[in-house]
């Protein structure tokens, strides 16, 4: 088939090197427009650009692929399909129209469960077994389309949303290759989500990852850490500076211990605990601001008035720096 590819960050790569190394062709990538990145904002391509520049693949970015001159552009590719992984634009209809068999989305999640911008994070921090890749077909409700197959990846407890995420994308990948054909040839019917079954993931903001130490238990508090490594990072406030939590574990507390309270923990490379609403954890690795990653037990070191002070949970308005 000639397919037209649309994707943008890391999680598309495995699919394009799929379409890259099958007997299709891929007529053209579509990505979003480069943009600042780091802390000097230079211009930097979507890694999806790279990729297919490095095999010769024609690219386009345009700041909206559904406006009537890139429709036009693509009809005249000629596609048969289209296929998207983590695009990062809205299409019109005016764009599902164009390929003949329609467009097909890899999309990060067992659908209905976890429609969205999010989908792997909203898995982590719901305490999901499980999560997995679901291919639909593309319309113009929410990630709501026909669902062609589904392929399931369990969770494991110390994974995060950083080494999630290839898992689920190498998996939707390998899907996708074995759906193409199939669906070319009519051999595959789509099936109908069930609506009463859907959740939602919005895309994440940094105030989300905020721990709110009266609030949030020793178990949800690791799994924020887990779902939002390595973005957006979450945080406390320690000594009216904000402080990324890393890694961490969950531990029995003192029964009439005040939440958000740092504790010491045995042993020299422990880390330091901190009490949560219900429990308390053990907190292994950290990053100041401005500073790399480190161990608990380093940081804690450089900062030994930490233990007994409460970090604070009133700063929910501030930003992470």
Known sequence: M????????EFALPALRRL???????????????????????????????????????VRQPASISRPESVEELRRLAPDIGVIA????????????VPPLGVLNVHASLLP???????????????????????????????AGPVLASVRVPIDPSDTTGTLTPKVAEAGAELLMRVLPAYAAGEITPVEQDEALATYAPQIKKTDALIDWERDDAGTVCRKVRAYNPWPGAYTYAGGEPLR?????????????????????????????????DGAVAVTSVQAPGGRMMPAAAYLR????????????????ARPR
């Open 86 to 97: 983590a695009y990062g634009q809205i299409l019109k209809q005016a764009v599902l129209d």
């Open 20 to 58: 890259i190394g099958s007997e299709h062709e891929v007529a053209a990538v579509y990505t979003q427009p480069d943009r600042g990145a780091g802390r000097g904002r230079r211009s930097a391509p979507p890694p999806v650009k790279v990729l297919a520049l490095a095999h010769g693949l024609e």
């Open 113 to 143: 469960r976890w429609r969205g911008a999010a989908p792997t994070p909203a898995a982590i921090l719901a305490g999901d077994a499980e999560t997995g890749a679901t291919i639909m077909r593309v319309r113009l409700a929410l990630d």
């Open 245 to 277: 939590i890393l890694a961490c574990l969950p531990v029995e507390r003192a029964a009439d211990a005040v939440p958000g309270t740092a504790f010491a923990l045995a042993g020299t490379d422990a880390g330091f605990g901190v009490v949560a609403r």
């Open 2 to 9: 000639r397919i037209v590819f649309m994707g943008s960050p």
């Open 302 to 317: 450089g900062h030994r008035g930490l233990i007994g002070t409460r970090l604070a949970v009133a700063t929910r308005s």
